[in-house]
């Protein structure tokens, strides 16, 4: 038996912890730089706020509407979230975490446990300690589990736990579902199916393995059609593959200097190392792509991808950062009005053992290296997030009064909560 437990709303949720007077309310978070709304309390959502809408329209659409409005604040949705995944380890036989807000459990030999009280149990106890709802999906694969979440989250008579453990209920709930919300089934897919005449789970599901292999011909495809119809083979390694990592985000305002656009092409690859190394692996490839704003049509439009191959894969944040920069120089062109910029890293690989070049750097460097990050990820993890970088991350813009601000520029946050779990100066007073 597989089971999946999501944070419901969890952005949101993790804003709720420290400000119980949100609770009901119509809460939304924002993308990087508060351009768009990115979650949405159930309020939110009743409201009609949609998910991708501007901040800039919020006001237009909704006039005489309290919203509280939060910009993103990473550091703080994954303190809370690894919290629910401690008390996961606590209360599974295992675990492997998916994404922020999600992580799947493996309930073996847990024959005996009544598995609807287990699931109840567990939602009361992460409720009570970190303050966090979450629905609880239970059944015999990774796909049913989570359509299984979804119920839990849609039907309150679930109490925040449902089971789909007979044939009867597997196939009422396919019926239920919409194609599109499908886990494994694409945009481009869900579309694809949508003009075939499948409108549900259900639909899909009835066809003949055959047909959804000839008409898709797409391993994955043919996976979700086998777990829909009860199969287990989902692999579980598939879910820890990620065979890229992208750190992208549009620009506060434009950026026409060369100088600057490195900063923030740093900044994105050493996110990119850091995910590499919390995951134990190294790259060879650090891509970056640059584009014009799409929408002035009155200035220079350009958008360049390159690429530059590592001869040693690392997980270090020097090299990867020094590779982004160099891939820069020779995509960059002056007279742009930049407006966004990405950072990939492929060719992801386990970080040992790792093949070394006779022309490259040594393995003194690479264990000089490792010793680095390893402590400013230490000091980071302490101090919050940024508190030591590299020197190309750092934003050297003179402010007004001419002296130099160091983070000049960087990614606009003016609805920004505090981290009260992870910085001393933020920490709770009480009156």
């Excluded at 009609?48 to 990473?74: C, D, H, M, R, W």
């Excluded at 994954?78 to 036989?93: D, H, K, N, Y």
């Excluded at 589990?145 to 839990?152: E, F, T, V």
């Excluded at 995509?331 to 890293?345: A, L, N, S, T």
Aim: with cysteine.
């Amino acid at each position: 038996m597989y089971g999946i437990v999501d944070c419901d709303n969890a952005y949101v949720s993790c804003e709720r912890v420290f400000r119980p007077d949100l609770e009901g309310k119509v809460v939304v978070v924002l993308s990087n730089n508060d351009g768009c709304v990115v979650a949405r309390s159930n309020e939110a959502k009743a409201l009609g706020i949609k998910e991708g809408t501007p901040y800039f329209q919020l006001a237009e659409q909704f006039p005489n509407q309290k919203i509280a409005v939060f910009s993103s604040n990473y550091e703080l949705y994954g303190e809370l979230t690894s919290r629910v995944v401690s008390i996961l380890s606590q209360e599974a036989p295992s675990y492997f975490r998916y994404s922020i807000d999600e992580c799947f459990v493996y309930l073996d030999g847990t024959e005996n446990i009544d598995l609807q009280k287990w699931g109840e149990n567990l939602h009361k106890r992460i409720k009570k300690s970190v303050g966090m709802p979450v629905s609880i999906g239970l059944a015999p694969n990774k796909t049913l589990a989570k359509i299984a979440s979804k119920l839990a989250k849609k039907f309150k008579e679930y109490k925040h736990c449902c089971i789909i453990d007979e044939d009867y209920k597997r196939i009422a709930a396919l019926k239920w579902l919409p194609i599109e919300d499908v886990w494994g089934i694409g945009r481009r897919y869900a579309a694809k199916l949508q003009s075939l005449g499948c409108k549900t789970a259900y639909d899909f599901a009835c066809h003949h393995k055959d047909w959804v292999r000839v008409t898709f011909n797409n391993i994955n495809i043919v996976r979700t059609w086998q777990e829909l119809n009860g199969e287990d083979v989902v692999p579980n390694e598939e879910l820890a593959k990620k065979k890229s990592i992208c750190t992208s985000r549009s620009f506060n305002g434009m950026i026409a200097d060369k100088d600057t656009l490195r900063t923030h092409i740093s900044n994105y690859a050493s996110r990119c190392a850091e995910k590499l190394r919390k995951q134990n692996t190294v790259a060879s490839i650090v891509g970056v792509f640059v584009s014009s704003n799409p929408f002035r049509e009155d200035l220079l439009q350009y958008w360049k991808y390159d690429e530059k191959r590592l001869i040693t894969p690392t997980s270090s944040t020097i090299p990867i950062a020094k590779a982004a920069s160099e891939v820069l120089d020779k995509i960059f062109i002056q007279g742009v009005q930049y407006k966004r910029g990405d950072v990939i890293v492929m060719g992801i690989s386990p970080n040992s053992p790792i093949q070394q070049d006779l022309f490259d750097i040594n393995a003194e460097q690479i264990e000089k290296f490792n010793r680095l990050d390893k402590v400013i990820d230490r000091i980071n993890r302490c101090y919050g997030s940024e508190t030591i970088v590299i020197g190309s991350q750092q934003y050297t813009q003179k402010d007004g009064k001419g002296k130099a601000d160091v983070f000049a520029n960087a990614i606009k946050h003016d609805f920004k909560s505090k981290n009260p779990t992870t910085r001393w100066s933020d920490i709770i007073r009480l009156k």
